[in-house]
């Protein structure tokens, strides 16, 4: 049976009333990222930060409304809250001040102080710019650390392109426990989660940076990693390119054991690679090392050609005084295995692909013990 429009799901959630503005959640503009799919039925509902308490019963009733609709397979409403907007900062007295006294006037970035529940260690796997491979190195140091017997979570957190559902050949969300926290989905040994099931892959993200970093958080913080008789041991978490908004609320409210920044060997990466590595150092995060991705082509003959220059990332990596951890070629049977949704580190676990990841996620789990 064919899901329900999207005049007809609007229509509906109009009968919900807003407890503030007295109308329609659609005529209130209270609908936020609708999902209209074969499986799911869902939306985002966004409120300031004060009245999340107010509109539990409204989600709940969304949430029900929704299930009853004709074609519904599975109904989901996320409730989440507005960011409060950052104070306006004071202004500096007109005489100079002396470094230290400009350093200690500014307002302190929140110290994250807790993991998510059950989880031992959380890695972050960053890049300063997107078309790098980060997602494709993130899965291949994920599979890695479970090829060397550890248990492992992997969350896509790339809130622009989130590409786990196709990498690993996952088509349905997961479901709600009783304990109402997401039960991640298993693939290839690793627990997944991932914002691609929030969303259509057909639809863009067209979210503001508060309403994705709360999304991202409720991913991280809602999801039911581990337990007490089984924790997970690593979760990797693939952020968003760049260095902004989410990638400062994930940091500043979790507690992050370290961070994998990934580049090309070319400048034009590396300059933006450089810009990560001073995002964690900021935020007081490990850097636990250097990728450098497509770093040459294996030719038929058995030579190396190095499209995009070669050493670049290993260089920053010297000069910055961060672990290079290895490199990774452009291989086609690596691409071609992530577009099927069967990862050939997973498939070919004695393979030199995944010997190469192995080797780096040995080294990333010797910076986490350190």
């Known amino acids: 049976m064919p899901h329900p429009d999207r005049e007809t799901v609007l229509a509906a959630l109009n009968t919900v009333i807003d407890p503030v503005s007295g109308q329609g959640l659609s005529d209130a503009g209270l609908v936020r990222a609708l999902i209209l799919s074969p499986e799911r039925v869902g939306f985002m509902l966004e409120v300031p930060q004060d009245r999340v308490t107010q509109y539990g019963p409204v989600r709940l009733a969304s949430e029900k409304l929704l299930a009853k609709l004709d074609g519904v397979k599975k109904a989901q409403v996320v409730l989440t809250a507005e960011l409060a907007p950052n104070p306006q900062p004071q202004k500096q007295p007109s005489a100079k001040l002396s470094e230290r006294a400009v350093e200690d006037s500014r307002p302190k970035a929140p110290v994250a102080g807790v993991r998510p529940n059950h989880v031992k260690k959380v890695i ?3 890049s300063g710019k997107g ?37 690993l050949g996952l088509r349905h969300p997961p479901e709600f426990g009783a304990d109402k926290l997401m039960v991640p989905l298993e693939a290839f040994g690793l627990k997944v989660n991932s914002v691609g099931f929030l969303v259509d892959p057909d639809q863009a993200m067209i979210w503001r940076g508060p309403m994705a970093s709360q999304a991202l958080t409720q991913l991280l913080t809602q999801s039911r990693w581990g337990t007490a ?12 390119p760049g260095t902004g908004d989410v990638q400062l609320t994930l940091t500043q409210k979790t507690l992050i054991d370290g961070a994998v920044v990934v580049s090309t060997p070319q400048e034009m990466a590396l300059s933006d690679a450089r810009r990560a590595v001073t995002l964690f150092g900021k935020t007081a995060i490990p850097v636990l090392g ?31 005084k961060v672990p290079f951890l290895g490199e990774v070629p452009l291989d086609p049977a690596m691409r071609k295995g992530c577009d099927e949704g069967r990862p050939v580190t997973a498939l070919e676990p004695d393979g030199a692909l995944a010997a190469r990841f192995k080797v780096m996620a040995q080294k990333v789990l010797d910076g986490l013990v350190k």
């Open 124 to 126: 972050v796997v960053g």
């Open 131 to 167: 078309g790098v491979g980060k997602s494709t190195v993130s899965l291949g140091l994920a599979i890695g650390l479970q090829q060397l017997g550890l248990n492992v979570g992997y969350l896509d957190a790339d809130i622009y392109g989130p590409s786990a559902p196709v990498m």
């Open 229 to 240: 008789e089984e924790p997970l041991d690593v979760l990797v978490v693939d952020l968003p």
């Open 290 to 320: 250097v990728v450098e991705n497509m770093a040459y082509l294996m030719m038929p003959d058995g030579s190396e050609m190095e499209i995009f220059g070669r050493g670049g990332a290993k260089g920053m990596a010297e000069a910055l």
